[in-house]
T-cell receptor, first 117, second 116 residues
Framework: DTEVTQTPKHLVMGMTNKKSLKCEQHMGHRAMYWYKQKAKKPPELMFVYSYEKLSINESVPSRFSPECPNSSLLNLHLHALQPEDSALYLC????????????????FGPGTRLTVL | QKEVEQNSGPLSVPEGAIASLNCTYSDRGSQSFFWYRQYSGKSPELIMFIYSNGDKEDGRFTAQLNKASQYVSLLIRDSQPSDSATYLCAVNEVRPGHTGFQKLVFGTGTRLLVSP
C-alpha cells in the first residue's frame, strides 16, 4: 500500500482567505513532505517533517504554515496568498530505512490544485 | 549548488521502440537515484530507483547507474502510447544530519511522446 491522500483536490481562494490543505498516509512513514509545483517545472521542496518535527523549511514565506498533528497527518495552512502562489501542492511521505537519509523512497499524493484570485 | 540535468525533449519514439532517457548529476556523494513518471496534470509516480552501479530491471523498465560518470538512465522497452509522460530524474542531496528522511534534487524532466 503506497497511498498518500490529499484534500481538497481543487481549491480556489481569494488573497484575504484562510484555508488549509490536508495530507494523510497510513503506511507508517515517519517523514512527510510538502512540495509546490508550477506548470512545466519540477517539484520544489517547501517543508519536511521527520518524526513529527519540522526538519527542513526551505525559506518559505510565512503565509504558508505547516503543521504535523501526528505521524499520519500533515497540514498546510494558507493565509494572505498571492496569485503567484497558484500551483499544484504535493504531499509526499517516506519510510525511515535506517540508511541515514540515503535510501528513503518518497511517494506522492495526488496533489491539490490551488488557484489564488 | 547541487544540479540534476535532463534534456527537456520532447523525445519522440514509435510504439514498440526503446525509449532512452538520460540524466546527469553534480553531487558525487549522491547515493540514491529515482525515476518518477508524471502525466499531465497528475502527481509524480515513482517507477524505478537504483542505488548501486549497473543495471536494475523491472518489467519493461531498466535503470542504469554509472557513478564514475555521474550518469543515470532509464530505458523503456516496447514503448506504448500510455508511456507518454514527463519523466523526472531525482537524486538525493547528501547532508549531515539528514536521518530518517531525505531531500531530493529533481531534474527538469524529459517529455516522452510515443506515437502509435
Amino acid at each position: 500500500d503506497t497511498e498518500v491522500t490529499q484534500t481538497p483536490k481543487h481549491l480556489v481562494m481569494g488573497m484575504t482567505n484562510k484555508k488549509s490543505l490536508k495530507c494523510e498516509q497510513h503506511m507508517g512513514h515517519r517523514a512527510m513532505y510538502w512540495y509546490k509545483q508550477k506548470a512545466k517545472k519540477p517539484p520544489e521542496l517547501m517543508f519536511v517533517y521527520s518524526y513529527e518535527k519540522l526538519s527542513i523549511n526551505e525559506s518559505v514565506p510565512s503565509r504558508f504554515s505547516p503543521e504535523c498533528p501526528n505521524s499520519s497527518l500533515l497540514n498546510l495552512h494558507l493565509h494572505a496568498l498571492q496569485p503567484e502562489d497558484s500551483a499544484l501542492y504535493l504531499c509526499a511521505s517516506s519510510q525511515d530505512r535506517g540508511s541515514g537519509g540515503t535510501k528513503e523512497r518518497q511517494f506522492f499524493g495526488p496533489g491539490t490544485r490551488l488557484t489564488v484570485l | 549548488q547541487k544540479e540534476v540535468e535532463q534534456n527537456s525533449g520532447p523525445l519522440s519514439v514509435p510504439e514498440g521502440a526503446i525509449a532512452s532517457l538520460n540524466c546527469t548529476y553534480s553531487d558525487r556523494g549522491s547515493q540514491s537515484f529515482f525515476w518518477y513518471r508524471q502525466y499531465s496534470g497528475k502527481s509524480p509516480e515513482l517507477i524505478m530507483f537504483i542505488y548501486s552501479n549497473g543495471d536494475k530491471e523491472d518489467g519493461r523498465f531498466t535503470a542504469q547507474l554509472n557513478k564514475a560518470s555521474q550518469y543515470v538512465s532509464l530505458l523503456i522497452r516496447d514503448s506504448q502510447p500510455s508511456d507518454s509522460a514527463t519523466y523526472l530524474c531525482a537524486v538525493n542531496e547528501v547532508r549531515p544530519g539528514h536521518t530518517g528522511f531525505q531531500k531530493l534534487v529533481f531534474g527538469t524532466g524529459t517529455r516522452l511522446l510515443v506515437s502509435p
